[in-house]
């Protein structure tokens, strides 16, 4: 575990360290949500359209912008970089498991970006008005949903990532992912606007978990069972991927036995 503790204070001295880095991407995903709070205000300013009033969006949005910060600080380029240039074979040699020091290495920044989360959705609320709280059980299920949203962004983040052990460049990845986890997550619109054959298949799909079930929670759009329902959709894409990415790890073993690295 000491080695592990190390990587994660590691990270977050980097992050502090490349302060203006870290800013330079908090201010880009603070533009988009300004944006997106602009747009929505003037669709449902005057009615409500999807079960959606303006309020409810506006958090729904405020959430969205805290799960997409968390977990960012992971340096996926960083570990795109060194399988592309072969340093990987030094990580190696370390006395650690490789996926569980990248997990490390995440967790390491998740205090500065709870941080940066506090002070915006702060500033925001005490811009344009405050919000409604979910009631205690719908609370405690947000936390969770919440909790188990950090392993499995990772895990998302992480698989992509492995896919450097068969491309030449890591743009062509990253942007694909973000396309895809934005449209499937409901981090750009919520599902329900999505036509509805669409919008079910990403309701089932890992990356509804990192947008969606905790806004919808959150805004009491889902209570009861049918929330315990997606938390346990939550966590059984955490289980699904933790143990897939193992099997992709060794598969890129193999793909870097074979170059020689």
């Not at 490390?104 to 409604?132: F, H, M, N």
Request: charged share 10%; aromatic share 12%.
């Amino acid at each position: 575990m000491r080695g592990y503790r190390a990587l994660a204070r590691a990270t977050a001295r980097a992050a502090l360290a490349y302060r203006f880095s870290l800013l330079l991407g908090m201010v880009a995903v603070l533009v988009q949500l300004v944006a997106l709070l602009a747009v929505w205000h003037v669709i449902l300013e005057q009615s409500p359209m999807n079960g959606f009033t303006w309020p409810q969006m506006r958090a729904y949005l405020l959430v969205a912008f805290a799960a997409g910060t968390v977990v960012s600080i992971l340096g996926d380029f960083r570990m795109a970089f060194r399988i592309l240039d072969g340093d990987v074979a030094l990580d190696l040699v370390k006395p650690v498991d490789y996926q569980k020091a990248r997990l490390a290495e995440s967790l390491g920044g998740l205090w500065i970006e709870l941080a940066l989360i506090s002070l915006v959705v702060g500033v925001t609320l005490a811009v344009t008005g405050g919000v409604d709280l979910p009631p205690g059980p719908g609370l405690a299920l947000f936390a969770a949903s919440m909790l188990i949203l950090v392993p499995l962004k990772f895990l998302i983040v992480y698989v992509s990532t492995l896919a450097c052990f068969w491309t030449q460049n890591f743009m062509g990845v990253q942007w694909a992912r973000l396309a895809v986890v934005n449209l499937f997550s409901g981090a750009l619109i919520p599902l329900v606007f999505l036509p509805g054959w669409l919008a079910t298949v990403a309701q089932w799909s890992p990356f509804a978990g990192l947008t969606s079930t905790p806004a919808l929670i959150f805004l009491g759009q889902v209570d009861g069972r049918e929330a315990l329902q997606l938390v346990a959709v939550q966590l059984g894409w955490v289980l699904v991927l933790w143990f897939g990415a193992r099997l992709v790890w060794r598969a890129a073993l193999r793909r870097l036995t074979v170059n020689g690295g």
